[in-house]
């Protein structure tokens, strides 16, 4: 019988618990995956504390990503067989031994990855792409700052954005993900413990600002996004603070810019089948030229997903954190 991490009601990560569920079954146009390794986002830390509206009908367990091997199939599936080796986007449930996904969501693992690195590929390249391809418009000669350059997201967006051919500048909390940054293909790297990123984003680009932004803080740093804007600029604000913040108006209309606030789960089908689409088509063969790596910072057994919770809260890992469904678990960043 398979089995998945569950939690009875919100709390710390000591509310997740390994037990048997119900065998899954492909609905039409689903494939099952038996599960190998599922990376942990942000999301599952703040759902297991209650703090995030979960889409209807999304399966009980956590997990928004996986890598693993298609064990059943439904009707109308096309291009796709029991056996095939697959990374997905997950509208939930990557935490057990099997889940149920939409044959649109599934991605083939790029060659030369493990279980391990794959899983780590779908929910931050998928959101990465989604907003600064498709919503902000970045491409070659563009500037963009993202913040957070230590995080899954962060680290993924940096090498992204320099492999395309964009002046890359982010923001860490400490040395250490700042020269992690730098690593990653950005030019410029603030520690914004240290530095006003507001200043020394203007001085990197001669005064002008930069040209897209992925915000992961939310409420408290809008004021000074907009501050970063260069004319015509695009904000897109992923993550953070939610809390009601004051918005210049009048700044952002002189700068001719944009802000656009998304989150990738609760997109409908259709929207979550085109981005990973861009993503097979634009995105993943930059893995097999070696331009973007998977970070990974620590692998953690599935059974104990309350330990990896615990590490991703401690804010001290650079990329992401991911889950083995097997025995054997290490850190492989």
Not at 2 to 30: R, Y
Not at 64 to 81: D, F, K, R, Y
Not at 114 to 125: D, F, G, T
Not at 283 to 307: S, W
Request: with cysteine.
């Amino acid at each position: 019988m398979p089995s998945a991490v569950l939690f009875d009601h919100p709390g710390d990560p000591g509310v997740l618990h390994w037990q048997p569920v119900d065998p899954v079954l492909p609905g039409p146009g689903e494939v099952v995956i038996g599960v190998e390794a599922a990376g942990i986002n942000n999301a599952d830390l703040l759902q297991r504390r209650g703090r995030y509206p979960v889409p209807p009908g999304a399966p009980r367990p956590l997990g928004l990503e996986c890598a693993g091997t298609i064990v059943a199939i439904g009707e109308g599936i096309t291009g796709w067989s029991p056996g095939d080796q697959v990374c997905a986007l997950l509208d939930g449930g990557g935490y057990a031994d099997q889940v149920a996904v939409r044959a649109t969501q599934l991605m083939p693992i790029p060659q030369g990855l493990s279980m391990i690195e794959a899983a780590a590929i779908p929910e931050v390249a998928c959101t990465v792409y989604s907003n600064l391809a498709m919503v902000a418009g970045l491409t070659h000669g563009h500037s963009v700052l993202i913040h957070g350059a230590g995080g899954g997201i962060g680290t993924f967006a940096i090498q992204w954005a320099a492999a395309i051919g964009a002046d890359v500048i982010t923001t860490a909390g400490s040395d250490d993900k700042v020269h992690a940054g730098r690593d990653l293909g950005a030019r410029t790297a603030i520690n914004y413990r240290t530095e006003d990123f507001v200043a020394a984003t203007l001085s990197a680009t001669g005064g002008r600002g930069v040209d897209s932004i992925l915000d992961v803080v939310g409420s408290s740093y809008l004021d000074r996004n907009l501050e970063c804007l260069a004319p015509d600029g695009h904000l897109v604000v992923i993550g953070g603070s939610t809390e009601p913040a004051m918005l210049d108006l009048g700044l952002l209309m002189a700068k001719r810019a944009s802000v656009t606030a998304t989150m990738l789960r609760a997109r409908p089908a259709e929207q979550k089948a085109a981005i990973v689409a861009g993503v097979i088509r634009e995105v993943l063969p930059l893995f097999e030229t070696k331009a973007i790596r998977p970070m990974v910072d620590t692998v953690v057994p599935l059974r104990d997903a309350g330990q990896a919770h615990r590490l991703m809260e401690s804010g001290k890992t650079v990329g992401k954190v991911i889950l083995d469904n097997h025995v054997t678990a290490g850190c492989r960043g």
